[in-house]
């Protein structure tokens, strides 16, 4: 059993069952949100500030980490658009969202976000 602040035994119900994928995908996508939205303030106070934020991004792209930083912002911007999409699809075919198609589409927008994002993180543009 789990004992919070109160000394009192706190049911494990987080810890004891396994999360839907759904679930988990939902999460994923508030997550990739708020990171987009982070870096891209983050961007703007930099632009605010006088630097030439285009040329730090390539000069971070053209460096040892690039694969990596480029996967980094291209995951969530990926993972987000497509969980978008998903989205306005269920909008127009609200008979398509059940348990099964549900966790089939999550399995999908998973996979096709890590493919994609692994595919921009080596291009080179």
């Not at 009192?8 to 396994?18: C, D, F, G, Q, T």
């Not at 127009?92 to 493919?115: D, I, K, R, W």
Request: one cysteine or more.
């Amino acid at each position: 059993m789990l004992v919070i602040f109160s000394g009192r035994p706190l049911a494990p119900h987080v810890m004891n069952y396994a999360w839907p994928v759904a679930a988990i995908s939902s999460i994923t996508n508030r997550i990739t949100g708020g990171a987009l939205s982070v870096g891209l303030s983050g961007m703007g106070v930099l632009s605010l500030v006088g630097s030439d934020v285009g040329a730090v991004m390539a000069s971070v792209g053209n460096s040892g980490v690039g694969p990596l930083a480029k996967f980094t912002v291209a995951f969530p911007l990926v993972y987000h658009y497509m969980g978008g999409v998903r989205h306005l699809v269920w909008d127009f075919f609200p008979e398509t969202v059940n348990n099964e198609q549900c966790a089939t589409s999550s399995y999908a927008l998973g996979g096709v976000a890590l493919v994609a994002s692994t595919g921009l993180a080596f291009a080179s543009f």
